[in-house]
């Protein structure tokens, strides 16, 4: 006779709040975990307002998420980002992203500095299990929090419909940038490699909602299209002469895979993420040079149809059925 599905509480709070990449992660966590013998029940804090969020990460994680789970007989508890309880008698696993809020705090506002560098101690004590997305968060995991290796499980992201290279593509001539406005994305040096490139009358378009730290995404030759769906993003990325993604930190980089499924040369800041992510089918530069940011734009351009097909070779080893059969194990081996 064989065993129930095992019973697991997401929360998926966060698509209360971005429709970034986080978000897209938990969608297609969600779809493909279908497939996999699990029962799956959702939980969320609603609210879109940020006004909401400190009660969000004080009363529902550390109080409302876990009694609410062990309430309803869930097995394990999986918080799909860091945001997660710090004590729970549900078997815990936690989804990190980056510790990007630890290694470079000057980048995030002062309620999400302080609530990480006192929480996110205690989740990483807390969880059964972390899932690392990258061996570079892994890594990150080690050193800043300590963590015990055996503890974590690398599970990369993955990439699948509607970012594939068949499909309608945006008209114009343009470099698409992609990502949240805040410091980290670093849109200003992007902005002005752009601009020292001088792509024969291209347009910088910037896809992603707004964010913090006065960020800006306009002026000449530059246009901020705010949070797109993604069906638009996919034709944005098809259209474009090339994605730029120099992100002074990431602990993956999903537009980068997404760029490269849809056939878009990329240029990518040389982090290590970007460079385990994207191997050699990208052209990395130093995300703190605009001269190298221009010469990088240059340059994949001019190799556009070489790193088109590299990089449509590259995302295919990234699955999200992988991804829902890793994850499902690792719910196995939290509730054992």
Same mark, same amino acid.
């Given at each position: 006779m064989a065993a129930d599905p095992l019973r697991v509480g997401i929360d998926v709070s966060p698509l209360a709040l971005t429709r970034a990449g986080t978000a897209?992660?938990?969608h297609s966590l969600l779809?493909?975990?279908?497939?996999?013998d699990v029962e799956i029940r959702r939980y969320s804090f609603g609210g879109e307002s940020r006004a909401l969020v400190p009660v969000r990460d004080l009363g529902?994680?550390? %109080?409302?998420?876990?009694?609410?789970?062990? $309430? +309803?007989?869930?097995q394990v508890l999986h918080c799909p980002t860091h945001r997660a309880p710090a004590s729970s008698s549900v078997p815990l696993v936690a989804t990190f992203h980056d510790l990007a809020v630890l290694r470079h705090p000057e980048t995030f506002n002062a309620w999400t500095r302080t609530y990480s560098r006192l929480?996110?101690? *205690?989740? %990483? *004590?807390?969880?059964? *299990?972390?899932i690392a997305v990258s061996e570079f968060t892994r890594r990150e995991l080690l050193e800043l929090l300590d963590v015990p290796e055996e503890k974590v499980r690398v599970i990369p992201n993955a990439v699948g419909p509607p970012f594939v290279a068949e499909g309608e593509a945006a008209s114009g001539e343009y470099v698409l940038a992609v990502g949240t406005l805040e410091p980290r994305k670093n849109l200003s040096r992007l902005v002005e490699g752009f601009r020292r490139a001088g792509l024969n009358g291209c347009r910088l378009l910037v896809?992603?909602?707004?964010?913090?730290?006065?960020? +800006?995404? $306009?002026? +000449?030759?530059?246009?901020?299209?705010? $949070?797109?769906? +993604?069906?638009?993003?996919?034709?944005l990325y098809r259209g474009a002469r090339c994605v730029a993604y120099v992100s002074i930190y990431e602990g993956f980089g999903l537009p980068v895979?997404?760029?490269?499924?849809c056939g878009a040369p990329v240029v990518a800041g040389s982090t290590e993420a970007a460079r385990e992510v994207a191997g050699d089918a990208a052209v990395l530069v130093d995300p703190l040079d605009p001269d190298a940011i221009a010469a990088g734009l240059e340059e994949a351009l001019d190799r556009r149809d070489e790193l088109r097909a590299l990089g449509l070779e590259r995302a295919r080893a990234f699955d999200w059925r992988d991804v829902a059969r890793a994850t499902a194990e690792v719910y196995r081996e939290a509730a054992a």
């Open positions: 897209r992660h938990i779809a493909a975990l279908e497939g996999e529902w994680y550390l %109080a409302a998420l876990p009694r609410k789970a062990a $309430s +309803d007989g869930m929480a996110l101690p *205690r989740v %990483a *004590r807390a969880a059964r *299990r972390l896809a992603g909602m707004r964010g913090w730290g006065a960020v +800006d995404a $306009s002026g +000449d030759g530059v246009r901020w299209l705010g $949070s797109v769906a +993604d069906e638009e993003l996919a034709r895979l997404e760029a490269m499924a």
